[in-house]
């Protein structure tokens, strides 16, 4: 039996009590860290769980599937992922490839991020499609998201944007080399999303593009941390974003829609850096 | 202190952990009944939290709010809600009125069906806006979510519709005679849904209009109790839908984008009412 578990967003805490004694019976627990990451390193989890915790990376996750399968047609074996677990298209994967042999699944659902960027106080039904940012490396500064970003205010939405991750990437010296070896884990934070941002919105600037849907003047939310205790939120222009500090991993960055409903404004109002400023940006009826 | 707690989707042991400790710490336990509901009633709930619940209506969240947060200022209140705490406005509205009057608010999410409905396979990412259909009445037949699910189709998207919800609404003679008077519940099926779309349909044939995003030969997803035990997928077209019958509430309908990326349409396959009809429908290039 294969139980793919929800561990929520914060801490060990934020998987339901479900999932919890589900775990707790389990003969093999994988946790499945490359996609995102909770608040808490696995030694707190095992020690909640009062059982051990396999840290899974993409590797092990991609290539290993047979392994973990093997095992779940004759123990229980749970397979614990950060959010949800239809958050990433491995986990689909893997429940699809369990039923084709065979193996019983159950799924066991928590919070994401898609449902609990709704604290910052904008309307779960006014957001668009959902956008991913990568990190830009030499000669690979993709720019569709912006395109996604700028559709979806045109249709009055706003837009999530899920930051990139680069957890266990090999270095290029150790793919030459033939030996394993990785660089430092890198989250990407709101200021580094806003810069990548802005730096397309001049590109398009500079090639003479006019009436953009968005630019450095225009209303973001700025989240670290969702669901924790030290949770952060920030509204400001995508420009000042640039200069935030939100602390340690994860952050995600929103875009507004052009206009906010009343409610809307008022709520995110508290976590205006510049209030004065915000209630300028907000009261127009478009916002630039 | 108020805290707003998500319940997730199935039955009582949805709750976090964490929610799950408060709640038992809790004065006074609140449940919000009239924007979702559990697959269990609130004496299980009472059972499982050893807490009294007051059920909580519509009516006594938004003309007894003052009531709760005078309660809140100087006790531990809890305020459950089926799904995600930012589900419905009501809630960030009654977060936002506990702010102003300096009542400590705590948050603790939970799976909502934003984020669940990536049980049946479609890509998460791949949604555009959600929409809600509501109960046509008499001389009201709303039409508008029909556009917003075919500007989602054109951009390759799919949309996912949640279903109106009628709990504790007044008979129109109790209006009359000022006497409370409430009428049975109901809860929109996926079939009642796919009927009404369909409805809209036909009638921008009639009215000659060509070149439909989507029609009744479109592919369409139904499900019902999504997170709980006897949970139902159905996949379909959107004519056939108007026959499925999952059984009791919560349903909900997506309309599935023109082109399913390959391990959608691999994992969608399972809940094919017809497999090949289904395959028919998803090879060609663009769905119909």
Redesign the interface.
Known sequence: MLYVI?L???????????G??IIRKCDRVYLEAYTSVLTVGHETLEKFYGRPVIVADRELVESGADEILAEAEVKKVAFLVV?????A?TH??L??RA?EKGVQVQ??????I???V??C?L????????V?IPYWIENWEPDSFYDKIA?NRE?G?HTLCLLDIKVKEPTLESILKRKKDYMPPRFMSVAEAADQLLKIVERKIEAGEKGLAFTGDSLAVGLAR??ADDQRIVACSLREMIEADLGPPLHCLVVTGPILHP?EA??LL?YATDKEKFEEMTKQKESP
Chains 1, 2 share one sequence.
Not at 83 to 87: A, K, L, Q, R, S
Not at 123 to 130: A, D, H, I, M, T
Request: net charge negative; with cysteine.
């Open positions: 929800g929520g967003l914060g801490d060990a805490k934020d998987v339901t009590v479900k919890f004694e959010g949800d677990p239809f958050g298209t689909t994967d429940v699809l039923r799924v066991v659902h928590n919070a994401s898609l449902n609990a709704g604290c106080g309307q779960l039904y006014s957001y668009g499609e959902v991913s559709t249709r939405l969702v669901g409610l008022e709520y508290q």
